[in-house]
C-alpha cells in the first residue's frame, strides 16, 4: 500500500517535472489506445508530434498552422490563468469566444461596405466587449446570488451556441449567400480582414495580441500589487480580505479580463483563420484553453509553450485522422488524458509518496475523524 | 514491588533534520497523575503520540504493566487501556454529542443506548452535557467535555491530555479538575501536559520536563516554585515584561455600540461593544474563545464593516472603511490563526511582509510592487523580532508557530501602529518568545499606541493589560482597572452567560 504524507513546502522538482511527465504518460497511453484501434502506436505519435513540423510532406502546410492555432490558445489561457489562480473558474472562455465573434462579426456587418481604418479596431473593442459581456453574467450572479461561477459560465456555453446557430442561420446569414447558411466572408472586406501578417507564417493579429497577453499578464502577476491580491486571494481567502482585497472585485475584474481575452480571440479566428460566422465556427479552443492553462502551470510562459504543444495536438490529430483513420474522438480523448495526468500528477508536488508500514508524522485529527 | 502502570525506556524518535525525543525515559505510576512539561517543540506531542499509537518510535521501549507495549494504531492503543483528548478538537459542528461522540468510537452502540450512557458519565463526572445537542451550539468548554467523555466511554486506565485548559474559564477548569481528581480517585492515571505551571502545582504529583527532545528534570512540582519549574522547561532565567507606569494620553480607540453580525453560521454575533483606549494604555479582553473574538477583531480591521461612527481612531469614524483606509490612519491589527489569515501559508516572508505593509511602508508606487523594498522590510522584522528562520525568501508554514507569530505581530508593530489590536499574541509560542512579544506590546503602549490584546491567556492579560473587559456571548463587560482584580471578579465576569450551568455543576 502506498501513503502520501505532505510535504512542509512543495516540491520545485515536481513543479516543473510534472507537466514533462504528463506529456510522456499521455503518448505512452495513447499509444496503447491507439495499438486498441488496430493503429501502429509509433506511427500515430510521430504523425502527431513529429510530423507537422518536420516530415517534408506536411510540414510546408502544417507549420504556419501550428501559431495559426496557439494564437487562440495561448490568448484564451492566459486570461483563464489569473482567474484559476484566484481561484475563480472560469469553464465558459468557449462560449465568451463565440460571443466575442459574434460582435465583432456584427460590427464588421454593420459597416459593410464602408472601407476604412476604423473598422478592425472597432471589431476589436467589439470582440473584447462581447467577451466581458458574457463573462459578467456569471460574476454578477456570483458577486449578488452566491451562485457557482463554474456551472453558470459553462452552461452559457450552451446559449452562445445556440445564438452562434441563429446568427449563421438567420440575422446575420449572407444576403448574397443563396440561402447557405453563414455570413458574409470577412477575409473578402479588406477593412475588417484579419490576414498573416508574413506570409506562411501563420501569425496574425491574433498572435501579436495574444504575445501582448502574455507579457500583460507576466507583469500583473509578478510585479503589480492587483497581481499579488489576485495570487493571495487564492492561496489564502482570508488573508486576502484581511490584506484589503474586496472579493467581489477580484470576481469581476477576473471574469471580466478572461472573457475580454476570450472574446479577443474569437474575434481574430472569425476575421481571420475562420472567415466567417458558420454554424461550427467554434472549434473547442475555450476548452482546450483550459488545459493549456495547467499544462502551463498557470504561468505565462509555460502557458506560451503548452499553446504550442497542444496546438500541435489539433494539428498533428487531424494528420493522423487523415493518415490513419483515427476517429476524430481518439484526439479529444488524448487531450483529456493530458489534463488527467497532469492533474493526478500534481500530487506528487504537494505529497511525498511511501510505502505503508513506514508511519511518519501524521495529523491526529485524520486519525480521530 | 507491582510495575508501574507505563514504562517509557529510552525512547527515540528521528524526524528527517530533527531528533524529536532522544532517549526518553519515565514512569507512571496507577492512579498517578503525571505532568509533562516543556515548551513548544519540546518533543510533547510526539512523546505522546507514541504512546497513543500515532508514531512508531525509532528506539525505545514501552512496557505496559511490565508487559511490552508497542501501539502500531490508536485503536491498539485505546483496546490496551489508553484514551487522549486532543488541543484541537476534532468534533463536526453540524451534529449532535451523541453522534460526535459515536464517530470516534471503534464500535459504537446504538443511538439511543450510547446518549443514555452519556449522559450517565456526564453526570457521575461532573460534567454536565446534554447528549443531544448540536455541537455547533456548544461553549469551548462544552465541546472538550464531548471529548472527554469520548474517552470515558471506553474505560481507560490512562488518560492523555493535551493542553486541556487553554479554552477554559476558571470556573471550568475547576470543574475538569475535580472530574480529574475523582478519576484519580478510581485508580487511573493520568498523563497531563500543559505549560500553565500553576494548574501543574495544584494537580500534578510528578513532572517530567523536556527540552529539546530530552528529559531535563523530574520534580515532584508541589515542591516547586512556578518560577523553578519554568526555568527549568526553558533552560535560562526567565524575563518579565516590564514598564515604567505612564499617564494615559488622548483617545485613540473608540468603540460606541458596535453590533456586528457573523459572517458563520457558528459565529457569535457582537451586541453592543463600548470599549475606549487611550494612548499609552493596553485593554485587555478575556474570554473563552468563540464568544466573538474574531468577530471584534474582524470588525476592528475593517474586515467586517459597521456603520461609520462605532468605530472611531482619534476621533475620525471608521465603521465603514476597508482594511488599508484603517492602516492609513493608524489602526492595525494581527488576527489569531497565524496560517491564513494573518499570513498566507505557502508565500515567502517577503509576500507576507508586503501583506500588510504595502502602503504604510511604500512598498508600493502607483501599483507596482517594490520587491527589494519589500524583502528588505521582511528581513527587518526578522532582525528585530528574532525570528529564526533560513531567509525572508522562506514560506511561512515552514516556520515554527512561535517564529511565524513574531514574524506577523512585528510586521504589524514595525508599522508604527497608532492603535494596535492583537487577538491570541503568544498563542502556541514558546515561554521566552511569548515573553519577548509581550514586551514588544508593552513598549510600543510606552511610546504612546493604543493597544487592545485579546485573549484566552488570563495570566497574560494580568502580566499586560492596564483594564480588563470580558467578551461573553458577543457582550462586553465594562473594562475594569487590573490592579485589584482578583480571579474570582474575572471569572465571573468572564462566565456571563454560562454562569448558569457552572453553579449547576458546582
Known sequence: MLRLDKRPTPSKFWNYATPVTAVLLTMIAGGILFALLGKNPFEAIKLIFWDPLFSEQFASYSRPQLLVKAGPLILIAVGLSIGFRAGIWNIGAEGQYIIGALCAAGVALAFYPVESWLVFPLMILGGAFGGWLWAMIPAVLKTRFNTNEILVSLLLVYVAEKLLAAAATGFMRNPDGAGFPGSRNLSQYPAAANNEIFVNTGLHWGGVAAFIAVLFTYILLQRHLLGFHVQLAGQAPRAARFAGVAPARLVVLCLGLSGAFAGLAGMFEVAGPARQITIDFNAGYGFTAIIVAFLGRLHPVGIVLAGLLLALTYIGGELAQFMLNLPAAAIQVFQGMLLFFLLALDVLSNYRVRLARQPAKTDAKVELA | ?506
Open chain 2, 1 to 506: 514491588m507491582k510495575p508501574p502502570l507505563l514504562s517509557i525506556k529510552g525512547l527515540t524518535k528521528v524526524y528527517p533534520g530533527v531528533v524529536a525525543n532522544s532517549d526518553v525515559s519515565f514512569d507512571i505510576g496507577e492512579g498517578e497523575v503525571h505532568a509533562l512539561l516543556g515548551e513548544n517543540g519540546a518533543g510533547k506531542s510526539t512523546l505522546v503520540k507514541a504512546i497513543y499509537g500515532l508514531i512508531v518510535p525509532n528506539e525505545g521501549v514501552m512496557e505496559w504493566r511490565g508487559v511490552p507495549y508497542a501501539p502500531g494504531a490508536p485503536s491498539e492503543a485505546r483496546a490496551t487501556g489508553v484514551a487522549m483528548v486532543f488541543q484541537h478538537f476534532s468534533l463536526f459542528d453540524a451534529m449532535d454529542v451523541a453522534e460526535n461522540v459515536a464517530l470516534g468510537m471503534d464500535n459504537p452502540p446504538p443511538i439511543r443506548e450510547l446518549a443514555a450512557k452519556i449522559t450517565d458519565v456526564s453526570h457521575n463526572y461532573g460534567l454536565p452535557l446534554d447528549p443531544s445537542r448540536m455541537v455547533g451550539d456548544l461553549s469551548a468548554g462544552e465541546r472538550q467535555r464531548v471529548e472527554i467523555i469520548r474517552c470515558l466511554l471506553q474505560n481507560p486506565q490512562l488518560l492523555i491530555m493535551d493542553e486541556p485548559t487553554s479554552v477554559l474559564t476558571p470556573q471550568e477548569v475547576e470543574i475538569l479538575f475535580r472530574t480529574l481528581r475523582q478519576l484519580r480517585g478510581e485508580g487511573k492515571s493520568i498523563l497531563y501536559i500543559s505549560h500553565k505551571l500553576e494548574e501543574i502545582r495544584s494537580l500534578c504529583e510528578n513532572a517530567t520536563v523536556l527540552r529539546h527532545g530530552k528529559v531535563v528534570g523530574r520534580a515532584d512540582p508541589r515542591q516547586e516554585s512556578a518560577r523553578s519549574l519554568a526555568e527549568m522547561m526553558v533552560g535560562q532565567s526567565l524575563h518579565t515584561p516590564s514598564r515604567p507606569a505612564a499617564q494615559p494620553g488622548k483617545l485613540l480607540l473608540e468603540v460606541q455600540d458596535l453590533s456586528v453580525t457573523s459572517p458563520s453560521a457558528f459565529g457569535t454575533s457582537l451586541r453592543k461593544v463600548s470599549l475606549a483606549v487611550r494612548a499609552g494604555e493596553v485593554l485587555g479582553i478575556g474570554g473563552v474563545a468563540g464568544n466573538g473574538q474574531d468577530e471584534l477583531l474582524g470588525a476592528l480591521s475593517g474586515e467586517l464593516r459597521t456603520t461609520p461612527e462605532s468605530i472611531r481612531v482619534a476621533g475620525e469614524p471608521v465603521g465603514a472603511l476597508g482594511p488599508n483606509a484603517r492602516r492609513a490612519l493608524g489602526l492595525l491589527c494581527a488576527p489569531e490563526e497565524r496560517l491564513g489569515h494573518a499570513a498566507a501559508p505557502d508565500m515567502s516572508l517577503t509576500e507576507n511582509a508586503l501583506l500588510t505593509g504595502a502602503y504604510r511602508e511604500n512598498l508600493v508606487r502607483s501599483g507596482f510592487i517594490g520587491w527589494s523594498k519589500a524583502r528588505d522590510f521582511a528581513e527587518k522584522i526578522i532582525l528585530r523580532f528574532d525570528v529564526r528562520t533560513p531567509g525572508a525568501h522562506v514560506a511561512a508554514r515552514a516556520l515554527s508557530g512561535g517564529n511565524l507569530q513574531k514574524f506577523v505581530i512585528g510586521r504589524e508593530i514595525m508599522q508604527r501602529p497608532s492603535v494596535l489590536v492583537v487577538n491570541q499574541p503568544t498563542w502556541g509560542v514558546d515561554a521566552s518568545a511569548a515573553a519577548a512579544i509581550r514586551q514588544a506590546l508593552l513598549d510600543l503602549a510606552q511610546a504612546g499606541a493604543a493597544v487592545v490584546v485579546i485573549s484566552q491567556d488570563l495570566d497574560e492579560l494580568m502580566e499586560v493589560a492596564d483594564n480588563f473587559a470580558a467578551l461573553n456571548g458577543g457582550q462586553l463587560s465594562a473594562p475594569r482597572p487590573v490592579n485589584g482584580l482578583t480571579m474570582d471578579q474575572i471569572g465571573l465576569m468572564l462566565g456571563g452567560a454560562e454562569g448558569g450551568e457552572t453553579d449547576a455543576a458546582a
